[in-house]
């Protein structure tokens, strides 16, 4: 496959770069509107107040870093395992294309039933690409084992 599986990945690590400049121009523009007083950071729940109107761009920045880190995981194991097939590689477009639909959402229209939708379907090609690795791996060592004992007997 060579390395067909590191593109989608270059695209979903451009998603989270979009998502932290998006989030930092939507806060810089909140502050220069809403000038901080001190007691605006004094505490974690102050800072989360002043932060309210503009948190969505934040909320989907801290989502891409919960579930996508295990595709960011995946992603290594199938290269150094050389099981990244075209089945992969499809679903790891798909997963990204899911992820950005879902950043889209979650930071524009604000859909909660579409964006949960979204959610759940990005977790469930994620799974996926989980259970074809391990079913893949599984049959890789059947093989290996098999090719190991017959070397062994002679």
């Given amino acids: 496959m060579g ?24 806060r810089a523009r909140h502050i220069r509107a809403n000038p901080p007083g001190r007691e605006t950071f004094a ?5 989360m107040r002043y932060f309210a109107p503009v948190e969505m761009p934040a909320n989907n920045y801290r989502n891409l870093f919960e579930m996508p880190v295990l595709y960011f995981a995946l992603v290594p194991l199938l290269l150094i395992t050389n099981l990244d097939n075209h089945i992969q590689v499809v679903l790891a477009w798909i997963y990204v294309a899911i ?3 879902h950043s889209f959402v979650h930071i524009g229209p604000k859909k909660v039933p579409v964006r949960a939708m979204l959610f759940v ?13 391990a079913i893949d791996l599984a049959s890789a060592q ?5 090719a190991t004992d017959a070397v062994a007997r002679g």
């Fill in 121 to 133: 379907a990005s977790g469930v090609v994620l799974m996926a690409m989980w259970i074809g690795f």
């Fill in 43 to 47: 505490s974690g729940d102050a800072a």
């Fill in 3 to 26: 390395m067909a599986i590191l593109w989608p990945t270059i695209v979903l690590a451009g998603l989270a770069f979009i998502v932290f400049l998006t989030m930092f121009v939507t």
């Fill in 99 to 101: 992820r950005i639909a």
């Fill in 142 to 146: 059947v093989v290996f084992d098999r």
